[in-house]
């Protein structure tokens, strides 16, 4: 519960928000969606019924269920299994590069990168796997990068409650690059760190280390 603590930011008081949210109960029919879409078409200066845009209110809805399916799973439930039997293990383990494909809240435009997570364990660990489908639940939704870094500390802190935890994300910002202020190859790196990792320099030290020392600014502070 400690780390919880150090979460001032309304970031961060989203991150405990590890369950499905209201706005799951009014859902729109899958029509109305599609509608939306042709909407949109014809904002773009288009013509939604021209043959080549038939169907493209229907695969956009069919991409945003795969881009947003991280929705649907709750992130502590996915992290419920963990194994007690690590044989006396209490080093570090990290998990480095581990690609994620979001969108930023604010233009819905992909945001790629890659995360890295550290957990310096106590009595309990969890699968590899399972962290990488942590990475994609809280990726497969609307974010902004400070938001996600902080989400997947947390989650993954309140959860296997070890020594310590990491997390790392170098993230590219489409709506930086081909809109706005157009600056491409711009990589923005969030970070989040929590018990050993940011009371113990050494051992912060160390994790930066092994991810290659990316320039990070703290994420939900
Ligand atoms: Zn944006």
């Not at 405990?16 to 859902?27: C, F, L, P, V």
Request: charged share 30%.
């Amino acid at each position: 519960m400690k780390s919880l603590h150090t979460v001032k930011s309304s970031a961060g008081q989203k991150a405990r928000d590890n369950g499905k949210s209201e706005a799951a109960a009014e859902k729109p029919s899958r029509t109305d969606a599609e509608k939306a879409v042709r909407t949109l078409l014809q904002w773009a200066g288009d013509d939604p019924d021209r043959e080549g845009l038939l169907g493209t209110p229907d695969r956009v809805v069919r991409a945003f269920d795969e881009w947003f399916a991280g929705y649907s799973v709750d992130p502590v439930d996915l992290l419920k299994r963990t194994f007690e039997e690590i044989e006396g293990y209490d080093e570090m383990i990290v998990l480095r590069d581990v690609r994620f494909e979001s969108h930023c809240e604010h233009h819905i435009a992909p945001i790629i990168g890659k995360v890295h997570i550290a957990y310096l364990p106590d009595r309990r660990v969890i699968g590899i796997s399972k962290l990488a489908r942590l990475v994609e639940v809280y990726a497969k939704r609307l974010q902004i990068q400070e938001k996600m870094t902080a989400q997947i500390a947390n989650t993954l802190n309140d959860v296997l409650l070890p020594k310590g935890v990491a997390v790392v994300i170098e993230g590219q910002h489409q709506c930086m690059t081909t809109r706005g202020i157009h600056k491409p190859g711009v990589t923005m790196v969030t970070s989040r760190m929590l018990g050993a990792f940011r009371e113990d320099q050494a051992t912060r030290r160390e994790f930066l280390s092994i991810i290659g020392n990316p320039t990070s600014t703290p994420a939900g502070d």
